[in-house]
């Protein structure tokens, strides 16, 4: 990309909308020259189910990891509850309620399944392993709890990155491409999450990618809301 066509994630909400748990105000970031992530500004009503749409390379993992706290902003801010979240560590805005898978696996191959989630999960060390029992159950991987997670097939490995994050309950889940190959995380997970009052923001590439699959569960979700921002980014929460 050249210099004067930078690539850029752009888009705007004019207002924060009523119940919104998850606040984005101008978020912009720089590689250089090159702007990733550009005045970007948009609410997430609690409770739904959110799609960020654009192709490769439009920015929407940087947008994460700004939102995450993984990486910082050269400007703009982000709150959580109403609650700035921007200068704050990863680790602390995770305990605040904000959970999110990669692309990448972050699993540790030398530890079972079990103690992949042992190992992140916060709170009374005597209910760890009962908690992390609970979401191995929840993403289908009891047989393979005592598994190293270098034995698990790639989509094992997807959903046991899935049961990390969901191991500590968050309120907000970030989901970087989660229907992006055959092995991707199930839309059912998905589905379910957002039943439990979690509230679900996913990527993708386009609204195929996303919806595609997921369309045919919206009618069982809750908090019935579509909203369009302007290419190369979109949200579209989840509606019955």
């Known amino acids: 990309m050249s210099g004067d066509r930078p690539a850029t994630a752009r888009a705007a909400i004019g207002s924060t909308p009523a119940g919104a748990i998850l606040e984005v105000a101008g978020l912009t970031r720089r590689f250089g020259g090159v702007i990733a992530v550009n005045d970007v500004s948009f609410g997430i009503v609690a ?33 959580l509850r109403g609650q700035p979240i921007t200068r ?7 305990r605040l309620g904000l959970g999110r898978t990669f692309q990448l696996s972050r699993l540790y191959p030398a530890m079972t399944a079990t103690e992949n989630l042992v190992a992140v999960t916060r709170g009374e060390a005597k209910h760890t392993l009962e908690r992390a029992a609970a ?10 709890a005592d598994e190293f997670a270098a034995n698990l097939s790639y989509g094992q490995q997807k959903l046991l990155e899935f049961a990390r994050v969901l191991v500590n309950d968050p309120d907000v889940l970030l989901l970087d491409e989660p229907f992006a ?3 991707a995380v ?39 809301r579509w909203n369009r921002v302007p290419a190369p980014l979109r949200t579209a929460p989840a509606r019955s």
Do not use: Q
């Not at 979401?135 to 393979?144: I, K, M, N, R, Y």
């Not at 379910?192 to 369309?215: C, H, I, N, P, S």
């Open 135 to 144: 979401s191995l159950d929840f993403v289908g991987l009891t047989a393979v």
């Open 181 to 183: 190959d055959a092995s």
């Open 88 to 94: 704050r560590s990863a680790s602390e805005v995770n």
């Open 47 to 79: 409770g739904t189910v959110t799609g960020l749409i654009g192709p490769n390379g439009s920015g929407k993992s940087t947008l994460f990891r700004l939102i995450s706290a993984e990486m910082p902003a050269h400007s703009g801010e982000v709150r």
């Open 186 to 224: 199930p839309t059912f997970l998905v589905s379910e999450a957002a039943r439990r009052k979690v509230t679900v923001v996913l990527t993708g590439d386009g609204a195929d990618e996303v919806f595609g699959g997921y369309r045919r569960y919206w009618s069982e979700l809750h908090a019935a």
